[in-house]
């Protein structure tokens, strides 16, 4: 069982920076590959990045590659997305996920664990 707890969503102006973190309880965390996704109003969950479990692969999709990184520390049991230049068109609640697959995974029924999900608003 995988608990998953996001933080560091907020309001930024149009090429601003924030950093997302996802934090994880139990000890196989380090098993599970990584997922954030991101859902804006009336639109469909979509895949954002994904990390594999030991940290080595990582896939962004088209919209966010260059401008969002991926990264996982096992010690703490905690997935970071860092996203910089963003957009208004990001704008969406970003959920992190677990899967236990253990190679890069982009398809949501892959995922077995979610977190609650944190908002994101950027303003033109």
């Known amino acids: 069982q995988v608990q998953l707890v996001e933080s560091g969503g907020g309001l930024v102006q149009a090429g601003g920076s924030l950093r997302l973190s996802c934090a994880a309880s139990?000890?196989?965390?380090?098993?599970?590959?990584m997922g954030w996704f991101r859902q804006a109003p009336g639109k469909a969950r979509e895949f954002v990045a994904t990390i594999t479990w030991s940290g080595s692969s990582a896939y962004f999709a088209d919209s966010v590659k260059a401008r969002f990184t991926i990264s996982r520390d096992s010690a703490k049991n905690t997935v970071y997305l860092q996203m910089n230049s963003l957009k208004p068109e990001d704008t969406a609640v970003y959920y992190c996920a677990a899967s236990i697959q253990s190679d890069i995974v982009v398809r949501p029924w892959s995922y077995s664990y979610w977190g609650q999900g944190t908002q994101v608003t950027v303003s033109s």
């Open positions: 139990g000890r196989t965390f380090s098993r599970y590959t």
